[in-house]
């Protein structure tokens, strides 16, 4: 992981974490290795209330 990786992931909103997990295409670097376990901690310790995720998960939307 480059040290810009974290920064991003870091600094992201959970919005964002989520919109990026959603859309992202398959093997990107991001997602993957220790890299996207560190992705995938960072978003759960972000993760807002149920309501809210259901909100930002309707307000993304599945179609780009």
Same mark, same amino acid.
């Given at each position: 992981?480059?040290?810009e990786q974290k920064e991003?992931?870091? #600094?992201?909103?959970?919005?964002? *974490?989520?919109?990026?997990w959603r859309f992202t *295409?398959?093997?990107?670097? *991001? *997602?993957?290795? #220790? ?30």
């Amino acid at each position: 992981m480059t040290t810009e990786q974290k920064e991003w992931i870091d #600094n992201a909103s959970y919005e964002t *974490l989520f919109t990026k997990w959603r859309f992202t *295409l398959v093997g990107d670097p *991001l *997602l993957q290795g #220790n890299t996207g376990d560190y992705y995938s901690k960072i978003m759960a310790e972000k993760k807002p209330s149920d309501e809210e995720h259901t909100r930002i998960s309707k307000k993304i939307g599945w179609e780009r």
